[in-house]
């Protein structure tokens, strides 16, 4: 059973960067794609940024590139999300997903989560 848990989340201000970090254990998490979602209070699940394991191909939500990049040392069970210039809009849980998707964009396609890591940016 893969577990997921991701840290780094607080509350900075509008402008900051934030590095969030999710460590993956208890199973072959190195051989599954890995994304990061977020969820904002009142709003659904949104993809953010996805790493997959075969080719190491990347993909990013539109809205969101330029200022967020996803990381995944090949060596570890981990993946990182760098991000940017943070906007009071970015406030959200973020959460790290792991599996096979159809769609990486596809919060559904993915079979494990985190608990997830609260991101508060003040204006």
């Known amino acids: 059973q893969v577990q997921l848990e991701e840290s780094g989340g607080r509350l900075v201000q509008a402008g900051s960067s934030l590095r969030l970090s999710c460590e993956a254990s208890?199973?072959?998490?190195?051989?599954?794609?890995m994304a990061w979602f977020r969820q904002a209070p009142g709003k659904e699940r949104e993809f953010v940024a996805a790493?997959?394991?075969?080719?190491?191909?990347?993909v990013y939500a539109d809205s969101l590139k330029g200022r967020f990049t996803i990381s995944r040392p090949h060596a570890q069970n981990a993946l990182y999300l760098q991000m940017h210039s943070l906007r009071p809009e970015d406030t959200a849980v973020y959460y790290c997903?792991?599996?096979?998707?159809?769609?990486?964009?596809?919060?559904?396609?993915?079979?494990?989560w985190g608990q997830g890591t609260q991101v508060t940016v003040s204006s």
């Open positions: 208890g199973g072959t998490g190195r051989l599954y794609d």
């Open positions: 997903a792991l599996g096979q998707p159809a769609s990486m964009g596809k919060a559904r396609d993915y079979d494990y």
């Open positions: 790493y997959a394991w075969t080719g190491g191909s990347i």
